[in-house]
Every structure is written in C-alpha cells, then in structure tokens.
C-alpha cells in the first residue's frame, strides 16, 4: 500500500482541500440519494495534479502523462486548460487496506503487457522446438522399445534389416540439416500475427505424428509384434513422411511466393517519397515486412528538418493574408477599398487584395528558393575545393612518406586527422544549409575519411555521401533502429494481398501509405514472317560513261 500517495491530498493548501471535502460531500450525498452502490466511499480524496503542471506543494510528482491522457506536445497550441482544473478533480479511493497508487497501476498495465509480448514472442518458437524434437526423436523410440520390452522374443534382423538401420540414419540426418536450414533462422521481426501456413504445417505434423503412435501403440505395442524387421519398416515409412511434409513447406513458404502477381505502390506520408515493388503471394504482414526491408534499402532517410523549415516558409506567407466580415457593420476590408460606398465594391477589393497578395507570395517562394538554391551551391563548391586540396595534400604526404624512414610514416588515421580541420568548416556549413547535419557526427565522418584514404579513393567518391540523401541503412543504427512500426490493415493481417488491398505502416514520426494492385494478363502473340519478302533485287545500269 502506497501510503504517500493516499495521504497526499492532506499536503496540499488548506483552502483547496477544503473545497474539495465539500465536493466530495455533495458526490456522498448524490450518490445516496441515487442508491447507486457506490454511495459508501471513504473520507480519503487524493487531488490529483496534471501530468505537465505538478504542484510544488504535492508529493505527487509524474513527469510521463497519465493513461488515455494527450501528452504535453500532443497539446501544444490548444487552448489553456482552467487554472482550478486541480481543485474541482477529485479521485475517491476505497477503504485503506485496498488503495492501490497510481504508479501501481501503471507498473502493472506495463508488466502485463510485457509478459503478454514476450508470450507472443517466444510461445511459437517453443512450441517448434517441441513439435521438431519429438519428429527427429520418434522413428528412434520406434526402434528402441521393441529391443527394451520384448528382446527375446523378436526375430533376427538381417541384412535388409541393417540396411533400413544406414536408410533411416541418413534420412534423419538430412532431415535434421533441412528443418535447420528452413526453420532455425534467425529471426528478422516480429510479426503482429503467427503465419498461417507455419501454424498449418505444425498442425499436420502433429497429426502425422500422433497418427503414426496411435497406429504404433495398437498394432505393434499392444501386440508385441515379433517381426522386427517390420518394425524397422514402420519407422522409416515414418521418416519418409516427414521428408515429403518438410517438401510442402519449402513450396508454401519459399518457393509460392517466387512468382510476382502484385504491384505495390509505397508513399511516406510527410514528403511524398513514392517506390514501386513487385510481390508475390504474400500475407499482409509478411508484405509489410518486405516493404520495411525494401523502404531501408530504397528510402532516403527521413529528415523533419526540410519539412519544418516548408512549414515555417508556409506559414509565413499566410501570416500576411487577413480576412474580413465585408457584411459585418464597421468594418473595413483593406485601405483601398475603405473608400468604397457598397459592400459589393468592398468585396471586389478584398478579392483583387487577396489575389495581389497570393501573387506576391508565389513570388516571395520563388526567390527564396532560388536564393537557397544559390547559397547550396555556393557552399557546395566551397566544400568540393576544400577537399580536393585535403586529398591533394594527403597524396603528397604520402609520396614524403615513401622517402621517409619507417619511424617517420603517418598512420592513416593520423593522417585522416591531421587534414580533417582543413575541410570541417566547408562541410558543416554545407550541411547546416542542406539541413542534414544531425545525419553525421564528427566520428563517422572521420571514420569516412580513414575509409577513403585507406582504399586510395577520389574526393568525388568522398563527397557523395554527404552531397545527396543516401538510403536509411546507410546511416547509423541509432537514426532507425528505434522505429516501432504499426500495422494498420481493415482486413486480418493473415489473410494474403489482393488487387485493390491497402494497410498503412505507422511510426512515431510518419507512415507507410501502401496500396496493391495486380500485374495485368500479359498476352503475347506470334506473327510469321516470310523470310523470302526481306529479298530484294538491285539493278545497276551496265553503261558508264567514258
């Protein structure tokens, strides 16, 4: 029992906490006359504060936003909440042996939801270890329990026998080698879902499995079948069917999915990145999932940089357009149109101001995209020269290097430090005006830098990672690694894409607007050509002159 936080709202302002008393008098006194059951209630009240504004007073201090609550920047901009919104928000505990705290609360929505992710998680590959276990130990226990129950009485096996003995080991053996190569994969995501084909074929191993022990337990088991030769037999029919069901799982989930039917088209929200890809038979999520590889590999990395600074530009802009009530009495719509005796004058000067100020505007846009344009490519000259220069130094440096003694020579890291200052300055002004300077550190691009000098390549090879956005991968783990995709599908995310299918990919700072359409019906068709109408005759005049 948290008793801090149950007797907290006696810490707080005298004042305050009586007029909370008086309203949960009156709650008391409402509720009784209702008869609801929740008349009787204790005359302990916690004053709970906002998340984003704590009293100094309150031993309460939460600094993360209560449950079904908008955060502090979900707010921002909205209308200021009511400065007694503390006094006149009560929260009626029970008696004090079953008060439970609000952080309780919380760390046990948490814990079940953990508990609940890792079941998810780890409940499928435990039950594949499981189901793959008994698959490769029961064609053995097939062959151990006659020679353990009933060994006198079973009959000599021969040669044929022995025979089976090498068949069953090698086909165990290969069948081992094939679950491992297909299934004991390590693990690229975590899908919402367990595939549905995976799930089927675990299934229709178990019956196969339970089949063949039923079949076991009652002919062989119950009988105390003698003929061990047969047993043997039984065990490597067994076998041979697991091989043929590890056969229909490489063609479900491996070899059916090969042929391309769908074309997806992938959008970001924010910038409109659009890519095409080309899927096969493919479950939602298992197509979310190849979307996400593809959108690592393909996608520029997302920078909210340029989309602020657009939104600033937009902004902007607008602030200078003003609206007005041209009917509304006492109002002027602009200066020029102040003069005018009617409202259908003064509504033709507001539309002709409105329009003078839109043309502005475009024109405003223009020269300041043409202004950023001319400062990124004066700064990208800059930054070209200078790293020519280092690189030039560096080849000379290491030319004085090969006349130098061995104690004298410069590592390539040295090196890359020592002509990193001259070009620094270039760069990051470079990447401050292109807006991608919180994509590289000090450390990676030097790391860059020793990468280059070390395999003897051009400034043009070194500048092309910063002078365009290259894909998400390429950058450090830590501008990606943390992204939580949610997937949003109408349809179940088991069920396979469809021509006209859409589900969106959603993270913290954008989505994934996906839409699926089918690959036409190509029809091709053939036309014979004689190859006797591509001959022609020329006829050349016999008489030249003299």
């Known amino acids: 029992m948290d008793t801090e936080s149950t007797h907290s709202g006696y810490s707080y302002h005298s004042s305050r906490s009586g007029r909370s008393n008086r309203h949960g008098e009156r709650n008391r006194e409402r509720n009784k006359a209702s008869g609801s059951k929740d008349s009787v209630r204790s005359e302990k009240s916690v004053i709970i504060n906002p998340p984003d504004t704590p009293s100094q007073d309150s031993p309460i201090h939460n600094g993360e936003p209560l ?105 165990l053996l290969i069948l081992l080698m094939a679950v491992w190569a297909l299934f004991l994969r390590p693990a690229r995501a975590s899908l919402p879902r367990v595939c549905a084909y995976r799930a089927f074929l675990t299934t229709l191993t178990l019956l196969l499995t339970m089949s063949y022990w039923l079949f076991y337990g009652v002919r062989i088991l119950d009988a105390q079948d003698e003929d061990y030769h047969g047993i043997v037999q039984f065990a490597v029919s067994l076998v041979d069917s697991q091989l043929f069901v590890h056969y229909l799982a490489v063609v479900l989930l491996e070899l059916r999915q090969l042929q391309l039917c769908y074309s997806v088209c992938v959008i970001r929200s924010t910038d409109g990145e659009t890519r095409h890809y080309n899927m096969g038979q493919l479950s939602i999520q298992r197509a979310a999932l190849s979307i996400l590889e593809y959108y690592y590999r393909d996608f520029p990395l997302h920078n909210p940089a340029l989309l602020s600074a657009s939104k600033h530009r937009a902004a902007k802009h607008l602030a200078g357009l003003k609206l007005y009530n041209v009917d509304a009495p006492g109002n002027t719509v602009a200066v020029a149109a102040a003069a005018q005796p009617d409202n259908g004058h003064q509504s033709q000067a507001a539309a002709a101001a409105a329009t003078k100020h839109k043309d502005s505007a475009h024109n405003e846009l223009y020269y300041e995209e043409a202004d950023y344009e001319r400062r990124v490519r004066k700064r990208r000259a800059r930054l070209v020269v200078a790293v020519e220069e280092a690189f030039t130094h560096v080849r000379r440096m290491k030319k004085e290097d090969e006349r130098a003694s061995p104690s004298d020579i410069m590592e390539v890291r040295e090196a890359a430090l020592a002509v990193f200052p001259s070009m620094a300055r270039a760069l990051q002004k470079y990447l401050r005006t292109t807006r991608r300077q919180h994509c590289h550190s000090m450390d990676s691009i030097q790391k860059h830098l020793s990468f280059c000098l070390i395999n003897n390549m051009s400034p043009k090879a070194f500048l092309e990672v910063y002078l365009a956005p290259g894909p998400t991968v390429q950058y450090g783990p830590e501008r990606w690694m943390a992204d ?63």
Request: with cysteine.
């Open 67 to 171: 449950p079904g609550e908008p955060s502090a920047a979900a707010n921002h901009g909205d209308e200021a909440q009511d400065d007694n919104w503390g006094e006149t928000t009560t929260a009626v505990t029970g008696t004090s042996e079953l008060s439970i705290s609000q952080e309780e609360v919380v760390g046990l929505g948490k814990g079940l939801q953990d508990r609940t992710k890792n079941l998810r998680r780890y409940l499928p590959l435990a039950l594949g270890v499981c189901v793959g276990l008994l698959v490769l130990v029961t064609p053995l226990v097939f062959l151990l329990l006659p020679a353990v129950m009933w060994p006198d009485r079973l009959q000599a096996c021969g040669a044929a026998c022995e025979g089976l003995y090498l068949s069953i080991s090698f086909k």
């Open 484 to 546: 939580q995709w949610t997937l949003v599908s109408d349809a179940s995310v088991t069920s396979g894409i469809k021509d006209g299918t859409e589900f969106l990919l959603r993270c913290l700072d954008f989505s994934l607007a996906v839409s699926v359409k089918s690959i036409p019906f190509i029809q091709i068709t053939e036309e014979y050509i004689d190859p006797k109408s591509h001959k022609f005759v020329l006829l050349v005049q016999s008489e030249t002159s003299v």
